[in-house]
């Protein structure tokens, strides 16, 4: 199998104003987020990263998306490099994270036409495409009301077709189901395994041991900015469950560090 | 390109598809400034004109025939009174409690005048008391009057030559377009830049700091569009809304015009400007607002939060309001050197513009440096949209 998405090396630092070291109750000036993280996807894939609150998944997947500009390292989407050619490394997935909004203002049919053209779509490829997506996720009744006036599950749904206005090969979704009520939810875990079906790559990233074990293929385990161990499902639990296998690395990288 | 449109069709779209906002900004100035306007001229013209039905009236003391023979013709109503009751008239008159003018004429008068006419003047010439109250239109007006016939009849006297004999009351020959070009040149400029940086400063801040403020503007990050064309597109957009609320406001100060000057001022613009003048303006203006977008724009993508952007903005309108009343007040040198200023600038291009008087090396200074200003700042404004610590600073 080809990787067709390779980090490589991946740093990223934070620094801390005076307010966030008061939040984080932390005497440093700087939190390291990410740190010598690398792994591969490989094409028609769905790679979970999984890891706990502020383990830098979200972090990582802003660098890959050219949200964020690593600290040093590079990662490789389709062959283009997030730090050389981020215009291309754009045109080439799609991204999709709670901090991504719409426009409350316009409708999902009005944003649909507008990223379609950001992503200079044919018209007539773009309108098979929205109506396409629009019925399978419910939207088409919606498809004139503004935003603003959206349930959280529809402007969820929303959101998700719009970042794949472009048909994009590679799809990185951060915490896909978070906030979604479980028929919700059901319905964008299936749409992920469809799109895989089609041949995408998908990297998902998650807290939620459950929702890895049912999607992906491989796996990596990021322990605060670390990558704790990158492998096929299988060879990450072994006879265990993930639940298990994940505490015992978890435990083991806290001892190397002194933690407990 | 393509990216810029885009961008540009989304801000309109934006703008004006939310009528209520759209109105208020385009037309909302306009109406109220007509309205200002009209009701100030109004307001002016009860203040300084004369009471039409109120003849200018005299309260002499020893006015001599050849002068009354003068005054009578010109409408005066004189009132002879006697010396002693001159300190009374004066603090009458002081309290606006009589519309008139006093003067004492020393008894004397004729006696010089006649030695005057046979060349063997005595010194020193005599004096004439003139009291009025410029405060009171109708005393002002009388003193006006009464001034200009006594030049006369001192003209008359020593006589080396005439100046407008025969042609007194038709001599001043400014004329209505004349008046309107110098109002409109003071005030113009100064009003349409304060109406154009409110403008520009209530939709700045709303659509790139409101923007970032939303996470809407990240949204944009992760697509192709280049960084450039977002800034350009957000630029430009905002140039055109300002554009068009300029034009309604310039065509609401000219309609108010002939209230404010307070006349039955018949003009035509069209008459008065060339169509080079009029290219002009819309140059300068649209320079003008290219620079002030900009320079909002770039406080927008600053500041971290909405709220922040309207508090910064601030200070940006005030100097823009200063800057832009300067020529109003000062008569600074006509050098080329001052027109690198912005906003003084264009408010002194146009100024001199309406007023048909200008260096057009000036003009030129002023349109390229605001177009040099804009471009740097349309730099900086895309170094902003890639940089992270800005887009998403918290
Ligand atoms: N802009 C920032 N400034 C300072 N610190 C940051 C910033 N972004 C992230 N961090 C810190 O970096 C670490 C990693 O954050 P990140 O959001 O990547 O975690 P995560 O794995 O996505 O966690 P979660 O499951 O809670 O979403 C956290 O400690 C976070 O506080
Ligand atoms: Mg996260």
């Known amino acids: 199998m ?28 700087t939190k390291i987020a990410v740190h010598n993280l690398s792994f591969e996807a490989y094409e028609g894939e769905i790679f979970g990263l999984l890891g706990p609150n502020g383990a830098g998944k979200t972090t990582t997947l802003r660098m890959l998306a050219t949200l964020i500009k690593a600290d040093s390292g590079d990662a490789f989407v389709d062959g283009s490099s997030i730090v050389t050619q981020p215009g291309e490394v754009r045109g080439k997935i799609g991204f999709l994270t709670s901090e991504l909004r719409l426009e409350d203002f316009f409708t999902p049919n009005y944003l649909f036409d507008f990223f379609s053209r950001l992503h200079k779509i044919d018209p007539a490829v773009s309108d098979k495409r929205k109506a396409e997506l629009f019925k399978k996720f419910g939207i088409d009744e919606f498809a004139e009301v503004k935003v603003a006036n959206l349930s959280t599950g529809m402007k969820q749904k929303s959101s998700l077709v719009i970042s794949l206005v472009h048909d994009p090969n590679i799809i990185i979704f951060d915490e896909p189901t978070n906030g979604l009520d479980v028929i919700t939810a059901r319905v964008v875990t299936d749409f992920l395994v469809d799109l895989k079906a089609q041949g995408k790559t998908i990297i998902v990233s998650t807290h939620i041991f459950s929702l890895i074990e049912k999607l992906c293929d491989r796996v990596g385990v990021i322990i605060n900015g670390e990558m704790a161990v990158c492998d096929s499902l299988v060879a990450v639990t072994g006879e265990k469950t993930l639940e298990d296998a994940f505490f015992d690395l978890y435990e083991s990288y806290a001892q190397k560090e002194g933690l407990i | ?278 290219v002009m303006i819309v140059v300068v203006v649209l320079t003008a607002i290219i620079f002030l977008t900009t320079a909002a724009s770039l406080i927008s993508a600053f500041a971290k939060s909405l709220k922040e952007a309207t508090t910064y903005i601030g200070p940006l309108t005030i100097i823009v309001m200063i800057l832009s009343i300067v020529p109003m007040l000062i008569n600074l040198p006509d050098v080329p050197q001052l027109f690198l200023i912005p906003i003084y600038s264009s408010a002194q291009s146009m100024s001199g513009i309406f007023a048909m008087e200008y260096e057009p090396l000036n003009i030129l200074v002023t349109v390229v440096s605001n177009l040099v200003y804009s471009c740097i700042g349309g730099f900086a404004l895309t170094k902003m949209f890639n940089s992270e610590k800005v887009m998403f600073a918290k």
């Open chain 2, 1 to 278: 390109m393509s990216g810029i449109l885009t961008i540009m069709k989304k801000e309109f779209d934006r703008f004006f598809k939310d009528k209520r906002t759209a109105l208020s900004t385009i037309f909302l100035p306009g109406i109220i400034l007509y309205a200002i306007y009209s009701f100030m001229g109004t307001g002016f013209d009860n203040l300084f004109s004369p009471t039409a039905d109120i003849p200018p009236t005299a309260y002499v003391v020893n006015m001599p025939e050849s002068i009354r023979q003068m005054a009578e013709p010109a409408g005066f109503i004189i009132n002879d009174i006697s010396e002693a009751v001159v300190p009374e008239l004066k603090e009458q008159l002081a309290e606006r409690e009589l519309a008139a003018i006093i003067m004492v004429f020393p008894e004397d008068f004729d006696e010089h005048i006649a030695a005057f006419a046979a060349g063997t003047p005595m010194y020193p010439a005599p004096n004439i008391e003139l009291y009025a109250n410029s405060l009171d239109p109708n005393s002002n007006n009388a003193r006006w009057i009464m001034t200009s016939l006594l030049d006369v009849y001192r003209g008359t006297l020593a006589n080396p030559f005439d100046i407008n004999r025969d042609i007194f009351a038709e001599a001043d020959l400014a004329t209505e377009e004349g008046v309107a070009a110098t109002v409109i040149s003071m005030i113009l400029p100064m009003v349409l830049m304060m109406m154009l940086v409110s403008g520009v400063a209530g939709l700045a801040p709303e659509s790139i700091a409101g923007e970032k403020d939303r996470g809407t503007i990240a949204t944009l990050l992760v697509t192709p569009l280049k960084r450039s064309h977002l800034a350009l597109g957000k630029i430009l957009s905002l140039t055109a809304i300002s554009f068009l609320s300029g034009i309604v406001t310039t065509i609401a100060l000219i309609l108010s015009l002939p209230n404010m000057v307070g006349g039955d001022l018949e003009m035509n613009l069209m008459e008065m400007y060339s169509i080079t003048d009029l």
């Open chain 1, 2 to 29: 080809e990787a067709i998405l390779r980090a490589d090396k991946l740093e990223k630092t934070f620094r801390l104003s005076a307010k966030q070291q008061k939040l984080q109750k932390t005497k440093e000036k």
